[in-house]
Nanobody, 126 residues
Framework: QVQLLESGGGSVQAGGSLRLSCAAS????????MAWFRQAPGKEREFVAG????????RYADSVKGRFTISGDNAKNTIDLQMNTLKPEDTAVYYC???????????????????WGHGTRVTVSS
């Protein structure tokens, strides 16, 4: 069993920045991919960014490339998502997700991820 605890989020004006963090706890945290998904009102949950435990592999959705950066600390089993140049369309609930395996390229489907956080809201106003 793996538990994910998210922090960060909030409200910001367009062009601003926010940082999200997620900490994983539990058993056998040896090989994994951790990722961020988001769900905007009235839309399906979508992949945002993912990173392998080693940090060697990362993957981003096209919509956030160049603006968001995912990073990880494998000693602490945490990941961060630095979000810059935020746009109103980034408004969503952001979820941390955990895949207890390693596939390259990093997988982007919800069904690939076994554990989920409760979500943290990000609101970007124009």
């Amino acid at each position: 069993q793996v538990q994910l605890l998210e922090s960060g989020g909030g409200s910001v004006q367009a062009g601003g920045s926010l940082r999200l963090s997620c900490a994983a706890s539990g058993h056998n945290l040896n090989i994994y991919v951790m990722a961020w998904f988001r769900q905007a009102p009235g839309k399906e949950r979508e992949f945002v960014a993912g990173i392998s435990r080693s940090g060697i592999s990362t993957r981003y959705a096209d919509s956030v490339k160049g603006r968001f950066t995912i990073s990880g600390d494998n000693a602490k089993n945490t990941i961060d998502l630095q979000m810059n140049t935020l746009k109103p369309e980034d408004t969503a609930v952001y979820y941390c997700a955990y895949d207890p395996s390693l596939w390259v390229p990093i997988r982007v489907l919800e069904s690939n991820y076994q554990y989920w956080g409760h979500g943290t809201r990000v609101t970007v106003s124009s």
